[in-house]
């Protein structure tokens, strides 16, 4: 007797071909019949005619790493069909931990735990993950950051014996069942690496068969050198290339074709590249992110000291300036603050939603001077949000053959690629703009990134597979919280968006009539160790 039949619905199986009408039979977890018709005798059979019966959606970037352990059903990404995440995206994992005290980047793009971390080492961590109920299933990357900042602090030079233990610690993570290996390289420390140092620790990678996943040097002005040096990497390592998230911001939006065009070259010579993009055109980093490495020296006390005075000021927006850093970097070089806004502030939550234009003239300062001194009333707290991307650009690299599409969603903020991700693409490039056919914008979130991220088993319709399927309503998904939305500070009670029907995870249904059933079916995906460096 089968468990479950989804009946009726208009079958995409995840392998870009043309949808059919029919059935899909559930039975121990795994599906074992995808046919025109099931008649089988089946505990639960539910009628789907009007609904798209699809695999559970697989978001290869995202920053669950500790949420997991205080919100393990992720409310947010099963009701965007999610069943299934790839966290340590970055450089950024969490772990190795040393005395359960996180680093500045682990509690910025992770999130905060309840209580102090109980593990040190990867596989420690992958233990505690793996032991705790989980709503989808996930798999690791070990982050090179987290790594670096474990062994040598954030310092720009590495000696002999670092080197070594960085890739003893990395090879260590593989050998535990770490996907790969992903680096930040707009981030502390690994902003200091050589692009030597990333061959080096990809070598590892690749010969225990992982992929490496980067966030380039740049996504702005530098944005084709980040890409041709993640070519490099991949050409002289063997690693397979993930180039994360690449969605030109602020600075770099007249770059995005240069980068496909060196991608598909690089292709063509045999270097196994890819990409993925979210389908925000907002985003947002932390105020620190935006400082240079050595303004932050010491601490909060060290770093306000650095913005006592007019000469001290003047230097610190000189470097400010100069900085390639993340996102809303951008619009800090490019003085910006019509765009640049405030997403999060603890100590003077009067900012949220403001703009620095609109900061600076309320305080009859200029905007430099409001925003360090925001920086400084908020003890580096404050989070920043702007608008990062064309919708033009989003299109062309969502349409490029490679492309995969994750959501880089961030536990700490309300941003709409938290909960919109998934119902934007196939709400409004696939249904309304027609920019991909449902098959193949399916494609770009089941079977494409399973396949590229080594998961063997899921991804498909197919019999044997595991049971991670989505139902949903094709003329009303669409998202709900929106990027205009957002940057005109209207408020989402209820982000959740419609459409999403049915979600099964291991054939245990998560979403059940569009609610959540509570169940945690979800489980740890290690990557079976394939070969020693």
Known sequence: MLDL???????????????????????????????????????????????????????????????LFHDPSIVYKMSQGITTEICGNCGVSAAPVRNGNLTRMQTDVCGNLEALPEWETFEQYLQAAGATPLGANAGWMI??????????????????????????????????????????????????????????????????KGIYATHTRGLRETLVDGVNEAIEIGRKSGVPVEVSHLTPQYGGWDLIQPALDAIDKARAAGVDMAFDLHLDSVGGTSALATL??????????????????????????????????????GFLRHARWDLLRVANSPLLPGLV??????????????????????????????RLIGLYTLSEDIRRVLAHPLSIVATDADPTMSIPRNWSTIPKLLGRYVREEGVLSLEDAVQKITSRPA????????????????????????????????????????????????????????GTLAIEDGEPTGALAGTALLKPVLAES
């Not at 392998?15 to 089946?42: E, H, K, Q, Y």
């Not at 601490?299 to 001290?312: H, N």
């Open 451 to 506: 396949t590229r991220f080594g998961l063997h088993d899921r991804g498909m319709l197919a019999e044997g597979f595991w049971a991670d399927v989505v139902v949903f309503d094709p003329e009303t998904i669409s998202p709900t919280m929106t990027d205009e939305g957002v940057l005109a500070g209207e408020s989402y009670p209820d982000p959740r968006s419609p459409g999403i029907r049915y979600v099964a995870v291991n």
């Open 353 to 382: 939603g403001k703009s620095f234009q609109e900061i600076a003239s309320t305080a009859g300062t200029s905007p430099w001077d409001a925003y360090l001194d925001a920086v400084i009333a908020n003890r580096g707290t404050m």
């Open 292 to 329: 240079p490495p050595w303004i932050k020296e010491g601490g909060v006390e060290a770093m306000v000291s650095r913005f006592q005075g007019r000469d001290a000021r003047a230097k610190a927006v000189t470097a400010i300036q100069e900085f390639i850093g993340p996102g809303t970097s």
């Open 143 to 208: 982050g090179y950051n987290t790594v670096r900042e474990y062994v040598a602090d954030v310092r720009p030079s590495l000696t002999a014996e670092e080197s070594r233990r960085i890739m003893d610690l990395i090879s260590d993570a593989m050998r535990s069942g770490a996907l790969g290996m992903s680096a930040g390289l707009v981030y502390e420390p690994a902003n200091y690496a050589t692009t030597d140092d990333l061959v080096a620790v990809c070598e590892i990678v690749a010969g225990w």
């Open 5 to 67: 039949v989804f009946e009726g619905g208009r079958v995409v199986d995840g392998t870009g071909r043309p949808w059919f009408r029919g059935d899909v039979g559930i039975a121990a977890g795994r599906i074992v019949r995808v046919a025109p018709r099931i008649t089988d005798s089946a505990r639960v059979r539910l009628g789907v005619d009007r609904m798209v019966v699809a695999p559970g959606f697989i978001d290869v970037h995202a920053h669950s790493d500790f949420a």
